[in-house]
């Protein structure tokens, strides 16, 4: 008998719950949520989901901000949150580029295994909802199951086709939200799929 995924969401961040940028978000004032993400995470939150961000965030790594500028975006995003009755328990990031070869950048699984050791779950079955070919990829290594949203990159990702098999598309998080507690949590199979 498979068992039942822990009542866990993992998220990416940028063009997940806030608007992304090609000049990266910088600062408090250009981290603005996509309209109904906070809602949508609320409303997880309310059905019993523990939400967790894992974001790649290389503009540390290539000094564009500072860790105290991305503590004051998640500082805001925790306040905004907490006004809806909702919280991300635990945001984790990536500060590296690419070329420093790390195990935390998605595509690969880094990020996902330190959540799971920090919570002491097993990643099978739960959700990761991401915009970009590297979260469901990222996702898939570890047993996740991918849902890409068309927020942000999202449009553009599917565009290109090749999502991992049993990939599930949703306008955004809050689509997402919607299909998942509208299901009680039970997971069933992909009303509509890609890949
Ligand atoms: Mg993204
Ligand atoms: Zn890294």
């Known amino acids: 008998m498979p068992q039942t995924p822990p009542k866990f969401v993992i998220l990416d961040r940028d063009g997940v ?14 981290w603005v949520p996509i309209d109904g993400s906070l809602e949508a995470i609320a409303a997880l939150n309310q059905a019993g989901y523990r939400v967790v961000l894992a974001s790649n965030q290389s503009g540390i790594g290539r000094g564009l901000f500072e860790m105290s500028a991305l503590n004051a975006m998640h500082e805001k995003m925790h306040t905004l949150l907490a006004r809806l009755g909702g919280r991300v328990d635990a945001v ?13 950048r998605k595509p690969k699984p880094g990020m996902l295994e330190q959540i799971s050791e ?7 079955g739960v959700p990761i909802v991401g915009d970009s070919l590297r979260d469901l990829e990222a996702g898939v290594a570890v047993g996740c199951a991918p849902h890409l949203v068309r927020s942000g990159k999202g449009q553009k990702t599917l565009d290109q086709g090749a999502l991992p098999p049993g990939t599930q598309v949703h306008d955004d998080l809050l689509a997402f939200a919607r299909w998942l507690t509208g299901n009680g949590g039970a997971q069933r199979p992909p009303t509509h799929s890609a890949g």
Not at 118 to 124: D, M, Q, S
């Open 17 to 30: 719950v806030n608007l992304d940028s090609d000049q990266f978000i910088k600062t408090p004032d250009e």
């Open 92 to 104: 984790f990031f990536c500060p590296h580029t690419a070329a420093d070869g790390c195990d935390c």
């Open 118 to 124: 920090r919570f002491g779950i097993e990643l099978r």
